[in-house]
Nanobody, 115 residues
Framework: QVQLVESGGGLVQPGGSLRLSCAAS????????MSWHRQAPGKERELVAG???????QYAESVKGRFSISRENAKNTAYLQMSSLKPEDTAVYYC?????????WGQGTQVTVSS
């Protein structure tokens, strides 16, 4: 059974940084693509950042220059480095992995940006 487990969320002050991790288990295959999404209260889930292969990345306009996505295939793990965090970045952050024609989601990790 494929599982994605996010970690690294928490409470941080505006301007601070956090690094989220997404570890995959239950599969021998490396995900073709991995991405981070977030959902704030009362809002729809949105794409934050994605990575295809090792180096093709895309970012939401709202996080460009502040967030960076990366992956470590040997560990089947993706990361989201978040800097210069703002209160509007507060949300539950979800990891998604695509392998073949299937996609998998983690349970999410809460990120709260507040003073």
């Amino acid at each position: 059974q494929v599982q994605l487990v996010e970690s690294g969320g928490g409470l941080v002050q505006p301007g601070g940084s956090l690094r989220l991790s997404c570890a995959a288990s239950g599969t021998r295959f490396i995900f073709k693509a991995m991405s981070w999404h977030r959902q704030a209260p009362g809002k729809e889930r949105e794409l934050v950042a994605g990575i295809i292969g090792d180096s093709i990345t895309q970012y939401a306009e709202s996080v460009k220059g502040r967030f960076s996505i990366s992956r470590e295939n040997a560990k089947n793990t993706a990361y989201l480095q978040m800097s210069s965090l703002k209160p509007e970045d507060t949300a539950v952050y979800y990891c998604r992995g695509v392998v073949g024609t299937s996609d998998f989601w983690g349970q999410g990790t809460q990120v709260t940006v507040s003073s």
